[in-house]
C-alpha cells in the first residue's frame, strides 16, 4: 500500500517545483494549435478544416451536413486527397422535429472523451463542425438545466408550443454552457497535444450612417460595423475566442470559379480575426492548408 505521506510529500515537492518557474528559453515547444474559423457558408471552412489530414477526428453536430458533401466531393478528393474520421451526431427528435431529451452536447463531449481514452494514438486533431449547431445544442442543453433548476419555463413552453422558446436567463445558461464546452477542451486537447479547429458562421452588427459633423444622417441604410464569429450576445463572440491561438477569417477571393479561400489571419477594425504568431502567419493566406501550418510553426520555433 503506498504511503500517504509520501505521496502528500511528493505532492508539495512537485508543488514546490512548478513555483520555481523557468526561463523562456528553456520551455518545450507547443506541438499543438487551437483556432477558431469562421466565415460565410460555402467560403471553404470545411475544406480548410479537411487540410488537417487523415489523422484528424472530423464531428459534425446537428445537421452540419453540408461540410460532409464538401469532403466527400471529388474535387476536395482530388485536391487534398485527406480521408479523416468522421462521426456525426444528432439529437433524438420527436414528430414535431423537437428533441426528446437533450443529448447532443453530451454526445459531443463523450465523443471526444472517447477517442482520447481509446483512440489517441490515431488522430492528432479534433474538428468541430459547426458552432450554429453546437450552441443549438447548448439552448436545448440550457433549457433542461434551467427547468430541473425552476430557473425558466422555456422547456415547458418549447414541449408545448413544439418550437423553441427561450428567455432571457434560459440565453444566459447557453452562453456559459459554450464557454464551458470551449475552455475546457481547449485545455483538455491542449494537454494531450491535440489540435482543435472550431468552424462557425459569420455575424454582423451594423450601425448608422454619420455625417461629417459625426450625427446620423436621417433615412440612410446601415453599413456593417463589425464581423465577428456566430456565437450569441454582444460579448459573448468576443469572450469566447479569448483562449484560442488562433482566429481565422475565411472568404473567397477573386470571382467565379477563378475565387480561391483565403485566411484573414490579422483582422482590421471591422473584422475579427488574430495570431499568436506574428511573422510565421501571413496576413493573406490564399488556398490555406492547416498541416503546412503547423511545419511552418515547427521550423520556426
Known sequence: MTNPAAKIQKAEGDIALAMMGSKVSELGISKCLSALVYGQKGCGKTWFAGTAGDRNLFITVGNSISGLKTLRSPAFRDA?????????????????RMPVKATLLDQVCDTIDWWLANRDEDFDTVTVDDATN?????MFKGFEINQAASLSEGWAKT?????????????????????????????????????FLFLAHERYTFKKQLNAKGDPIVG?????????????GKTLPD?????????????????????????????????LASTRHAGIMKAFEPRPNFLEFLERIKKAS
Open 159 to 195: 414541449e408545448k408550443y413544439s418550437i423553441p422558446m427561450p428567455g432571457i436567463q434560459d440565453y444566459g445558461q447557453e452562453m456559459k454552457i459554450m464557454q464551458w464546452f470551449v475552455d475546457t477542451y481547449l485545455e483538455i486537447l491542449s494537454a494531450r497535444g491535440k489540435n
Open 220 to 232: 440612410s441604410a446601415d453599413i456593417i460595423d463589425k464581423i465577428r464569429p456566430a456565437f450569441v
Open 80 to 96: 487534398v486527397g485527406a480521408d479523416p474520421f468522421v462521426v456525426e451526431l444528432h439529437e433524438k427528435l420527436d414528430k414535431n
Open 134 to 138: 453546437t450552441r443549438r445544442a447548448a
Open 239 to 271: 469572450d469566447i475566442t479569448v483562449n484560442f491561438d488562433e482566429v481565422w477569417h475565411i472568404k473567397k477571393k477573386g470571382t467565379g470559379d477563378a475565387a480561391v479561400p483565403a485566411l484573414d489571419c490579422y483582422g482590421d477594425n471591422q473584422i
